[in-house]
């Protein structure tokens, strides 16, 4: 479990405490060095870095062809970044990984929340917050990537209620190709909508 204070100090301030602790529960890790690589929808074993020089060495070997995810919060490394060499190694500092993690899922959250029409009911949040986290591992909502989506804005989530659900760490789908022509992003996969639940419905 993440401690409050690097919780009060480092993740986003738009999102809640309990909203920053769900989310690191449901896709990130205990281990800020931790380095999850996948590739063709399979998971590849690669060797546990004992520093954060051996992390970002591992990701910069692996990140031309694979879905790199990094840290705490497990950010899919190369958001951004036309070359590996720009890799930093403050990616797995706790703290700066816990501040750019959560800054791009309060950005996610926004734009799920928008699509849903921002919603006053707390009862949708719980659906809400599972699309988010569907979408940080496919990287896509609505077959738009969401790492590189226009932030829509907005404070509507900040006044659901947390009441968050299905946290399981089970991840979905399989990448698919990777265009040479933009950065190296997340694996682009169908979002599920399940629509049911709104309401109060499970």
């Known amino acids: 479990m993440l401690e ?29 060095l931790a380095i999850t690589v996948k590739s063709g929808g399979r998971l590849i074993l690669v060797p546990k870095p004992k520093t954060p020089e051996e992390a970002i060495e591992i990701v ?46 309060a950005k996610i959250l926004r734009i799920v929340a928008n699509w849903y029409g921002n919603p006053t009911s ?36 900040q006044r659901l209620k947390v009441e968050v659900e299905n946290t399981d760490k089970a991840e979905d789908d399989a990448p698919s190709e990777m265009s040479e022509e933009r950065p190296i992003e997340p694996d682009d996969a169908g979002i599920r909508i399940d629509l049911t639940r709104i309401g109060g419905q499970k």
């Open 4 to 32: 409050a204070a690097l919780i009060k100090e480092c993740a986003d301030p738009w999102l809640k405490p309990a909203i920053v602790e769900q989310f690191v529960r449901a896709v990130g890790s205990e281990d800020p």
């Open 60 to 105: 910069r070997e692996n990140i031309g062809g694979s879905i790199v995810r990094v840290g705490l919060t497990q950010i899919p490394a190369g958001i951004g970044l036309k070359d590996a060499s720009e890799l930093k190694i403050d990616f797995v500092e706790p703290c700066a990984n816990l501040r750019t993690g959560t800054a791009m899922f």
């Open 122 to 157: 707390e009862e949708v949040f719980p659906q809400l917050f599972d699309d988010a986290i569907h979408a940080w591992r496919t990287g896509t909502f609505e077959g738009e990537s969401v790492f590189q989506a226009e932030d829509p804005g907005g404070t509507v989530v």
